[in-house]
Structures are given as structure tokens and as C-alpha cells.
T-cell receptor, first 117, second 117 residues
Framework: GAVVSQHPSRVICKSGTSVKIECRSL??????MFWYRQFPKKSLMLMAT?????????EQGVEKDKFLINHASLTLSTLTVTSAHPEDSSFYIC?????????????FGPGTRLTVT | DQQVKQNSPSLSVQEGRISILNCDYT??????FLWYKKYPAEGPTFLIS?????DKNEDGRFTVFLNKSAKHLSLHIVPSQPGDSAVYFC????????????????FGKGTKLSVKP
């Protein structure tokens, strides 16, 4: 089946630095990818929709200058957390629609745990 | 305003018995529903889906029921196994039953299932 990978799986960075998270669709092309953030004991919160070759669409309340999204190819989207702060510490998950016919679903990456110290 | 609601944050079931996880939605335009299973620090894993043209979909131990008039769906796991212990998310989208549309999913807050041996 369709596979989505994320790298890195864990990252620790200092306040004020930037961190880049990669999301790849391994065996299918994805014109659209999604970036979610999960807070402890909370649901998945959609941050933005990443569109190949165009600007990302951000959800209300998500700072586009802080969370930079680039979807340079049909298999790669990146999320860069700029000038990270401890409150940015979270679990970030990307996803993409894949599959065919009745098995069409949104596939999720394994997630990236970001800790900002 | 939550469009997808999972009112039970947790559920405990004995091994071998049936687990029933419930989900309600408010948007009558939703026409494709999915259930995901999630372990801590991992991305969600797709379990089963159902489109609005059906009222039941079965896959092994997992069955999803959809009641459109009540805007309610449920996931039945029979028999429940300790390995089923995880957080289960209900998700919905509008636009297409399956295939094509790249719209994002709306998630419920999840129900933590514990299956005791």
C-alpha cells in the first residue's frame, strides 16, 4: 500500500533556531499533502495544506511566517519551524491521499517529535 | 464548533468481547468517513472507511456502521484483542466518496480503547 515517510522522527533544538521536517510519499505522487500537529491528549489539528508548485493554505491561527511549507515536488513537502520556541514543542504529522478506488484513503507519516529547549 | 465528535474519551473492554466506538457529526455534506488507529508517538494508521452510499462496511474483525439520518457512525471490533488497545480517531470529509478530491479530513478528538486480557 501507499507509504508516507517523515524525517527526522525526533529532533531536539534550541530556542531561536529553525528546524526542517521532511514528508515524502514513497510509492505514489501527491499533489496535496497535509501537515497536522497533535497536542497531548488532543485531536489532530490541521495546520496547513501543502500544494505542489504553489503556496500552502494555512488554517486560521497558524502563522505562515513561522511554519514555512514548501512542496517542491510531487513526492516531497517540507515544514520548517522558524525561530523555534518551547511552545512549538509538539508531534508533527504529515499525510497525503493515496490508493485507488475503494481503498483510497489519507495515509499518514509516522510523525516527528519536536522538542525545543 | 466541532464537526466530528467522539463523546467518549475512553473505553475499557474485556478481551474477546465487542468494542463499540461511536462518532457523531454535524455537517450533512460529509460523505466519506474513516477510522484511524493511533499508538503514542506514531502517525495514525488507517483501519476502515465507509462512503455515504453505504450503511455498513466490514473488514475482518472491524465493521463500521453509518446512520446518515442520525449523523452517527460506529466502529465495532469483534472479538477485541489486547493489541487493539490504542486511540481511535473518527474522521470525515466532504466532496467525494472516494478517489479524486484532495480535501482534508476533519478529525474527532479520539477514544482511547483499552482491551484487558
Amino acid at each position: 500500500g501507499a507509504v508516507v515517510s517523515q524525517h527526522p522522527s525526533r529532533v531536539i533544538c534550541k530556542s531561536g533556531t529553525s528546524v526542517k521536517i521532511e514528508c515524502r510519499s514513497l510509492d505514489f505522487q501527491a499533489t496535496t499533502m497535509f501537515w497536522y500537529r497533535q497536542f497531548p491528549k488532543k485531536s489532530l489539528m490541521l495546520m496547513a495544506t501543502s500544494n505542489e508548485g504553489s503556496k500552502a493554505t494555512y488554517e486560521q491561527g497558524v502563522e505562515k511566517d513561522k511554519f514555512l511549507i514548501n512542496h517542491a515536488s510531487l513526492t516531497l513537502s517540507t515544514l520548517t519551524v522558524t525561530s523555534a520556541h518551547p511552545e512549538d514543542s509538539s508531534f508533527y504529522i504529515c499525510s497525503a491521499w493515496g490508493g485507488q478506488g475503494r481503498s483510497y484513503e489519507q495515509y499518514f507519516g509516522p510523525g516527528t517529535r519536536l522538542t525545543v529547549t | 464548533d466541532q464537526q466530528v465528535k467522539q463523546n467518549s474519551p475512553s473505553l475499557s473492554v474485556q478481551e474477546g468481547r465487542i468494542s463499540i466506538l461511536n462518532c457523531d457529526y454535524t455537517n450533512s455534506m460529509f460523505d466519506y468517513f474513516l477510522w484511524y488507529k493511533k499508538y503514542p508517538a506514531e502517525g495514525p494508521t488507517f483501519l476502515i472507511s465507509i462512503s455515504s452510499i453505504k450503511d455498513k462496511n466490514e473488514d475482518g474483525r472491524f465493521t463500521v456502521f453509518l446512520n446518515k439520518s442520525a449523523k452517527h457512525l460506529s466502529l465495532h471490533i469483534v472479538p477485541s484483542q489486547p493489541g487493539d488497545s490504542a486511540v481511535y480517531f473518527c474522521a470525515a470529509k466532504e466532496g467525494l466518496n472516494y478517489g479524486g478530491s484532495q480535501g482534508n479530513l476533519i478529525f474527532g478528538k479520539g477514544t482511547k480503547l483499552s482491551v484487558k486480557p
